[in-house]
């Protein structure tokens, strides 16, 4: 039982900042904040957590856990948030899949798309195994944290998206009827231009060194190897880049179709093999 004591002092500790002094707090700082931002930090009401908000770092890590397709994921330092506008490329993902299909998700972060589409085909009584594939090792524990956290019938693999034919040598299945990928695409001369929140998020998940295109033209180049016949590959693309990336798909004979997201963009480029 608690005492009134035990109960005052709770009260306490629960409003000691306001909604007022938090937004005095983040005005003026280095944050790009919302009302999300105060909401949420007035439920944590800690004031180490507003400074490290203040400093720039994201909300979602603070609250170490974020939604994505209606699904609870665990995030923290080392691994990207997933973004809302991800969640069309799963949209069209469960739009292209048969009973029995089989998905690679390839760079897969926190399991965001690979957990988001097992779960939906399993809540409607389908069979769909989903493989997934992320090569940083902070990334890769969430990952698994993620799988978890959903039960979700998502198989992980530690290794390089470069080299497909290795990271699927020990395990099953080998080929796929749908590839996802949400993969690396700013170029390093952009990357200073990003919102400062985006820069406490990993190198490695945003920046692809030397050709933004690098991991659509190596993904579309090894889909020769692990896709089945009529197979299909969905990408997520920078809004300048679905033009550049139809064109790699259709040089390897894939029948292409490109999404807008909400606010327009060109955001997800399907591809269909011929
Ligand atoms: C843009 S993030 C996408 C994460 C997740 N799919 C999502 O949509 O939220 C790209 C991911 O690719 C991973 N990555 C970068 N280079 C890789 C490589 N060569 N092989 C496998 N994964 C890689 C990064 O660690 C990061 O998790």
Not at 124 to 146: D, M, P, Q
Not at 168 to 177: D, R, T, V, Y
């Amino acid at each position: 039982m608690q005492t009134k004591n035990t109960n005052q002092k709770q009260i306490k500790n629960k409003k000691i900042i306001s909604k007022a002094e938090i937004k005095k707090m983040l005005e003026g700082s280095l944050a790009d904040f919302s009302n999300t931002d105060i909401e949420e930090l007035y439920k944590l009401n800690s004031k180490k957590l507003i400074k490290k908000r203040a400093k720039g770092v994201p909300l979602q890590y603070l609250l170490k856990e974020w939604e994505f397709y209606s699904l609870p994921f665990k995030v923290g330092k080392g691994v990207l948030i997933p973004r809302p506008e991800t969640e069309l490329l799963v949209d069209i993902a469960l739009d292209n899949l048969k009973e029995n299909d089989k998905v690679l998700d390839i760079c897969s972060g926190s399991g965001a798309i690979a957990i988001a589409i097992a779960k939906n085909k399993e809540a409607k009584g389908k069979n769909i195994k989903v493989t997934a594939i992320e090569k940083s090792r902070k990334a890769f524990f969430y990952l698994k944290e993620n799988i978890k956290l959903n039960h979700a019938l998502v198989t992980p693999i530690k290794a390089n998206a470069f080299n497909l034919k290795k990271a699927l040598k020990k395990s099953e299945p080998k080929k796929f009827n749908l590839i996802t990928s949400n993969p690396p695409y700013i170029a390093k001369e952009e990357y200073g231009g990003l919102q400062r929140e985006v820069k406490f998020e990993p190198k490695i998940a945003l920046i692809s060194k030397n050709d933004p295109l690098k991991f659509y033209k190596k993904i579309t180049l090894q889909s020769e190897d692990v896709l089945e016949k009529n197979g299909k590959i969905i990408f997520e693309v920078g809004f300048s880049q679905a033009k550049a990336v139809e064109q790699i798909l259709q040089k390897h004979n894939f029948k292409t179709q490109i999404f807008k997201d909400y606010s327009s963009n060109d955001r997800v480029v399907l591809g269909i093999k011929q």
